[in-house]
């Protein structure tokens, strides 16, 4: 089973930028799309964005659409997510999660494995 540890959350200014990492280990890391999440406090988790187990296609919730990106280095087994024009409703807990990718959907298929989490804050 794959393990995922997620960094590089932080506190930044509205507008500012951050990268956020998230390392697999214990699983061959090609067998699976990869997806960010986030939980702001008294709200749902939400979907972010995803990536295919190649990098070859990329699913992007509307508010993010043209300030996040998400990519994926298959050598490092590692998922990024760069976050520009950061906004105070960015602000949550984001986390990584892994699909085993045959037969999935990586936009609305069920992801079985999570990171613990990052803190994001975005001020004002």
């Known amino acids: 089973q794959v393990q995922l540890v997620e960094s590089g959350g932080g506190l930044v200014q509205a507008g500012g930028s951050l990268r956020l990492s998230c390392a697999a280990s214990?699983?061959?890391?090609?067998?699976?799309?990869m997806a960010w999440f986030r939980q702001a406090p008294g709200k749902e988790r939400e979907f972010v964005a995803a990536v295919t187990w190649s990098g070859g296609v990329t699913y992007y919730e509307d508010s993010v659409k043209g300030r996040f990106t998400i990519s994926r280095d298959n050598a490092k087994n590692t998922v990024y997510l760069q976050m520009n024009g950061l906004k105070p409703d960015d602000t949550a807990v984001y986390y990584c999660a892994a699909q085993v990718r045959y037969g999935s959907s990586a936009r609305h298929g069920r992801y079985g494995y999570w990171g613990q989490g990052t803190q994001v804050t975005v001020s004002s």
């Open positions: 214990g699983g061959i890391f090609s067998n699976y799309n």
